[in-house]
């Protein structure tokens, strides 16, 4: 079909000043104009509106528009971005500080309101969906890192090594202070984000360092994240840093590395939840729990509950779930299947595996077909020569779930069922809107 480009350039531009350094040069809002002749929809115009830098408080993106991330777009303190239903958001293909990112940086607001008709997407300029439709033709799940992700940063507790009050996010350079997170309101509000799908994410901002697909730095549960999709990130579906925030109706698909990532005690809720992994996909949960002092009594402590991880055969380093460096809180009402024999989920070393033993990590239900509490393991960490060459000589610590092992205790809540039998795990119903559901062939 033939299709005429009809390209014109605003001539106004909006020179920012502010938190940006010079390798974010030049941080301006530009305006581009792309008419196209029949584009798929009923031949209706999709302009192309160009951003880059910061976001005027008031500013409201609307699905007659695609709006193109150019390097890092951030919603500042004080401001508020509205995203109506059914827009559409590309970022720009580029890595390290030229990588394009949706930031709200602590004390934005981002009200981003997709509907099961109409979700908010987000993806890469390389995508050929247009204006009206929810996916494009050209790319599919084993398409990553074409862009960078979605990053909300907020005021709520986060545990950090040394007990520092706040930090830097993962993804975002250490000289762009836009990126702090943490601080001591738990019921921070950074907005409402609903039924919107981020896809083909991940762009590498340094050495083994990717954007996640969302990633929510010391965010409060004043916040509302409900019915959030991730596709074919590089990095992890979607990470937790800290913070209280709940979220609610969650798909992970074919991701990088880990699926949800928990971090810095997490002490929110999440709350039915689906990861599908894909051919190099990682752990479909990996937790680690508080990098400062010891959070008193359960304090810093996650529920993860009503979740559904499929598996499949090929990808050789897809596991259940890995639960690391003090992990604490509560897994629960867990379906799992599509796995091969030879996947764990794992205690990692002495200092969860004692957190297990004084009733901070707790497990609910798991059902699991074609496996029962054998998966379930106790695993230790190397003390001594563990940075040399010589893996003969290192030293590890010694079990210490004992009489009855971790594996022999976790026949209290794991059991094998056979597939679609099972009781436990995510209402996907609730996920059929997603672009997963469709092109992933997932029955929901």
């Known amino acids: 079909m033939k299709k005429l480009l009809l390209i014109a350039l605003v001539a106004s531009t909006l020179v920012l000043t502010g938190c940006f350094k010079d390798d974010d040069t030049p941080i301006i809002i530009e305006e581009t104009t792309i008419i196209v002749n029949d584009p798929g929809n009923g031949g209706d115009e999709c302009p192309v509106v160009a951003v880059t830098g910061e976001i005027a408080d008031g500013t409201i993106w609307t699905n007659d528009n695609i709006y193109q991330l150019n390097q890092k777009v951030v919603i500042p303190a004080g401001a508020t971005l509205t995203i109506n239903p059914g827009t559409i958001i590309k970022g720009s293909s580029g890595t390290g500080s030229l990588a394009s990112a949706l930031i709200v940086a602590r004390g934005g607001t981002l009200n981003a309101n997709g509907t099961s008709d109409q979700p908010i997407i987000f993806t890469s300029t390389a995508d050929n969906i247009t204006c009206g439709q929810t996916a494009g033709t050209n790319l599919d799940q084993d398409d990553r890192g074409l862009w960078g992700g979605l990053i909300v940063l907020g005021n709520a507790p986060c545990s950090f090594s040394g007990d520092i009050p706040e930090a830097q996010i993962e993804g975002i350079p250490a000289d762009d202070t836009f990126g702090l997170y943490g601080g001591t309101d738990a019921n921070d509000n950074s907005g409402t984000m609903r039924y919107i799908s981020i896809r083909h994410g991940g762009a590498l901002i340094g050495e083994g360092n990717e954007i996640n697909g969302l990633t929510l730095g010391g965010v409060g549960n004043g916040t509302i994240i409900d019915n959030i999709e991730v596709v074919a990130n590089v990095d992890d579906g979607i990470e937790f840093f800290g913070g209280t925030v709940d ?190 559901n469709v092109a992933g062939g997932l029955g929901f």
């Not at 002490?267 to 008193?296: Q, W």
């Not at 794992?346 to 009733?359: H, I, K, T, Y």
């Not at 497990?363 to 003390?383: L, R």
């Open 247 to 436: 979220a609610t109706n969650l798909l992970v698909w074919a991701q990088g590395d880990d699926a949800i990532d928990i971090d810095q005690a997490y002490s929110g809720t999440i709350d039915n939840a689906v990861v599908v992994l894909g051919d190099i996909s990682d752990h479909a949960f990996e937790i680690d729990g508080p990098e400062g002092s010891t959070p008193a009594g359960s304090e810093g402590s996650f529920i993860l509950r009503n979740a559904t991880i499929i598996g499949n055969s090929v990808t050789s380093n897809g596991e259940y779930a890995d639960y690391r460096s003090r992990a604490r809180g509560l897994t629960e009402n867990v379906y799992a299947f599509g796995f091969p024999d030879g996947k764990d989920v794992e205690l990692d070393r002495n200092n969860v595996a004692q957190n297990f033993l004084d009733g901070l990590l707790n497990f609910g239900t798991w059902e699991i077909v074609g496996f029962d509490n054998s998966i379930f393991v106790e695993k230790v960490g190397c003390i001594e020569n563990c940075d040399d060459d010589n893996d003969d000589n290192d030293v590890d610590e010694m079990q210490i779930i004992l009489s009855p092992s971790f594996t022999e205790r976790a026949a209290n809540w794991a059991s094998q069922v056979t597939e679609g039998a099972q009781t436990v795990g995510a209402t996907t119903s609730n996920l059929s809107w997603t672009y997963s």
